[in-house]
């Protein structure tokens, strides 16, 4: 008799594997165990072997400290079972069940590689648009359709387009896809569930706002990270730089709307060319900024009740360390060099 391990814990924690095997027939019995101590031991012996094959004559152990307990010999010679043990240093010396060793863990080895194979091409799986099922969650977490969005405008305006002829040319279904309402960390537009009494249907885009200070400085609205319901409004420059934001209570504050002059134009949408300047309508468009490109929603079908849901699914997204405010960032400079050059 000898044991294995540990391993990687299994279901129940179960990290360690107790092998006998009988001299004469060559039966293996093998049973994984969470624990190795000598009452885990003594129930495989009785349960494994006396209970199905009888009391054996004898048990030859390996050197582990859980078989040469007083507790153990005393057992097995309650029942009649002379217990011995292989030479120390001489692991040959118990060769059967050593060589039985090999191939369970040869085995066990051979299994987990197997189930490692997939995870090669996950990453690949997840980052492929697939017609059938939509856009992958890495698209929605790495800000792919930002990017993309920003990417055809850039190469509207690189035509000479005006700001609003580039705008208006971008599909209502991508934008739409770049609201973060839509994405699966958050439960979806059309799921099953909370986000049916949360946001609504999406009915039409508005368009893309453009937020700009008194001194003309273009800023931009930071996004809400996948995993919040809540986050801070904060308006930053091409350069990353805080120029405004919304505070929760007072509209003294150096930074908040009204101080800084923020007004907001739409460009493509509904909304083309409308602008606002009253502090109340820049800030609620500036709210609805953080979760992507603005949309009418409808909550009198579903009756929601317009409260904005995370999904528990959405924390997977710590693991993927989305860095929200750099691509973010990289998107504006892009912009900057593309207007300037």
Known sequence: ??????????PGGRSYVVVAVDYFTKWVEVEALKNIRTSDVRAFIWKNIMTRFGIPQAIVFDNGPQFETPK???WLADHGI???FASVGRPQANGQVEAFNKIISEGIK???????APLQWLSSLLNCPNSNVGPTRYQWDQGYFQQEIYRRVSAGLAENQSFSEAWSKIPEKLAFYDYIGNNPAKGGLFRAGSMDNGDGIAVGWLGHPIFRDKEGRELFVRRMPTFFETFPVVLIDGDGIV???????????????EQVGVTVEFYGGELNGVSYSDP????????RAQLGEIFELDRATLKSDGVFRSS???WFTFGHASL?????KNIHRERDDTHKS
Not at 110 to 116: C, H, I, R, T
Not at 280 to 287: C, Q, S
Not at 324 to 328: D, E, I, L, P, V
């Open 324 to 328: 929200y405010g750099n691509t973010q």
């Open 280 to 287: 109340a309508t820049v800030k609620k468009y500036a709210r």
């Open 312 to 314: 528990p699914r959405g």
């Open 110 to 116: 051979k299994k987990l590689d197997e189930a490692k």
């Open 243 to 257: 120029r405004a934001d919304v505070p929760f209570r007072r509209a003294e504050s150096k930074y908040s709307v």
């Open 1 to 10: 008799m000898d044991l294995l391990g540990p391993y990687t814990a299994a």
């Open 72 to 74: 153990l010999k005393e």
């Open 82 to 84: 002379h217990s011995c």
